[in-house]
């Protein structure tokens, strides 16, 4: 049976086949003569037999001690050299960083896309659309280097990043439903309304947030059936299936003749937030951390310093093609 090898007995004995010296090997390797000496003893045991003759004059390889070198060192070389260019490649801002996103990409998070950009022009920026069912399972994958989505965030493994635009939730309904009429709706009305909730791989804690199934005062909302996709959930909202809650920056780019937004008050604010992989972290992903903070630090200044909205003004109803699209980028 094999034994286990220890890493630092392969790496003196290497060292001390190189100096033939057992204080230049101390040296090198930052311990004491008695420690190489113990090291070595170690590893003599485990492979049987003697590795290094040692005198009063001299310090030389057995024949053993030869040939095992002879088969190490190219190995332990090749194995340094990779963790050296896997160390070069963690420092290196460079390559393409595949970044996820939810619906579109909005005016903040595209100013920053072009801000890395000339800021790190080795390094390119891919975007990715993620369905609205599965906020989370692309990143978690490793099919996106990150990702920016609808908060709340509380995954293991995840670091979340910039956290922006802030907005207060509307409701979308059809043209035709009472509440096209209204210029708000209460948080409680919700009971009034079927909600269209997102389908799993969904987190459950982040689908009741963006589909809850009771009011703050307890009463029961309703359900329809779940959809993967932002379209999926318009067209259902079109057809008079159900009422569905979005933030202001969808109701504005995601404009229909058959779907009116109504702002919904007693809603707690939901957000946009930067995730990635923590054990997956790279010198380009926090370089885009960095742009992405600034950009948003530049247009937090340029609001007055309070928090970043997605919507520009008080929203009121936004009837079909009534507002302007925010910029932003889609693929």
């Known amino acids: 049976m094999a034994q286990h090898v220890e890493s630092r007995e392969l790496e003196c004995f290497l060292v001390l086949a190189e100096e033939l010296h057992f204080g230049r090997t101390a040296e090198r390797l930052l311990v004491s003569q008695s420690r190489v000496s113990q090291l070595l003893r170690a590893l003599e045991r485990r492979v049987g037999a003697r590795l290094v003759e040692r005198t ?17 060192a190219p190995a332990y070389a090749a194995v340094r050299a990779a963790v050296e260019r896997t160390r070069s490649a963690a420092r290196e801002v460079a390559g393409v960083l595949r970044v996820g996103f939810q619906g579109t990409v909005y005016r903040h998070m595209a100013a920053a896309i072009a801000l890395f950009h000339r800021r ?6 891919s975007v990715v ?29 995840l670091t979340l990043g910039a956290t922006f ?3 207060g939730r509307m409701l979308a309904v059809a043209a035709d439903h009472p509440f096209a009429r209204r210029s708000g709706v ?3 009305d919700l009971a009034r309304v079927a909600l269209v909730p997102f389908a799993d791989p969904a987190p459950a804690y982040w689908r009741a947030d963006h589909a809850p199934d009771r009011t703050p005062q307890g009463r029961p909302i309703g359900h329809t059936e779940p959809v993967k996709t932002l379209q999926e959930g318009l067209t259902a909202v079109a057809s008079g299936a159900g009422a569905m809650l979005v933030c202001r920056p969808t109701a504005d780019y995601y404009r229909r003749d058959d779907v009116v937004y109504v702002p919904v008050s007693g809603m707690a604010a939901s957000a946009l937030a930067l995730v990635w992989r923590t054990a997956a972290e790279t010198a380009a992903i926090r370089a885009f951390q960095a742009v992405v903070a600034e950009a948003l630090g530049s247009a937090r200044a340029r609001a007055g310093g309070g928090a970043l909205q997605c919507g520009e003004e008080e929203p ?3 009837p079909a093609g009534s507002v302007p699209s925010l910029e932003g980028m889609r693929t």
């Open 56 to 72: 009063s004059r001299r310090v030389r390889l057995t024949p053993l001690g030869a040939d095992l070198y002879a088969d190490l």
């Open 165 to 167: 635009s802030q907005y």
């Open 186 to 188: 209460d948080v409680e």
């Open 120 to 125: 790190h022009p080795e390094c390119r920026v």
């Open 316 to 318: 009121s109803a936004v």
């Open 129 to 157: 659309e993620l369905p609205l069912s599965d906020p989370f399972g692309a990143v978690h994958r490793g099919e996106v280097d990150a990702v920016t989505v609808l908060t709340p965030v509380a995954e293991d493994g």
